[in-house]
C-alpha cells in the first residue's frame, strides 16, 4: 500500500507498507484478485503468471499456460467502483 498526502493540488508521498492494509478488500473488488491468496502463491515460489486470478485480470483463461507480457500487456479495465477513505485530523 502506498500513501500519498493530497495539499493544494499537490501529492506527497506519506509511507509504503509492504502489507496488506485493512483497505485491500477495494483493490480485490475492483479486480477480481484476491490478495492474500495471490501473495501465498508468491511467497511459495509460483509466478504471477500462474496465478489464476491475475491470468484472468489480464484476459487470460484461468488455467491456461503461456507467458504475459507484464511490461506489455493490457489489464482488464476495473470493474466499478470502490472508494475507502480515512480522514484524520490533528492538534
Same mark, same amino acid.
Given at each position: 500500500?502506498?500513501?500519498? *498526502? ?7 508521498? *506519506? ?19 484476491? *490478495? ?23 484476459? @487470460? ?14 489489464? @482488464? ?15
Amino acid at each position: 500500500t502506498v500513501e500519498y *498526502l493530497f495539499c493544494n493540488d499537490e501529492f506527497f508521498f *506519506l509511507e509504503l507498507n509492504p502489507r496488506l492494509q485493512v483497505e485491500h478488500p477495494v483493490t480485490e473488488m475492483i479486480t477480481g484478485v484476491n *490478495l492474500p491468496a495471490a501473495q501465498l502463491n508468491v511467497a511459495m515460489g509460483i509466478p504471477l503468471q500462474h496465478i489464476a486470478d491475475i491470468r484472468t485480470l489480464y484476459g @487470460r483463461e484461468p488455467y491456461s499456460s503461456g507467458d504475459i507480457d507484464f511490461d506489455n500487456e493490457e489489464q @482488464r479495465p476495473p470493474q466499478g467502483h470502490c472508494i475507502a477513505a480515512r480522514i484524520t485530523a490533528e492538534n
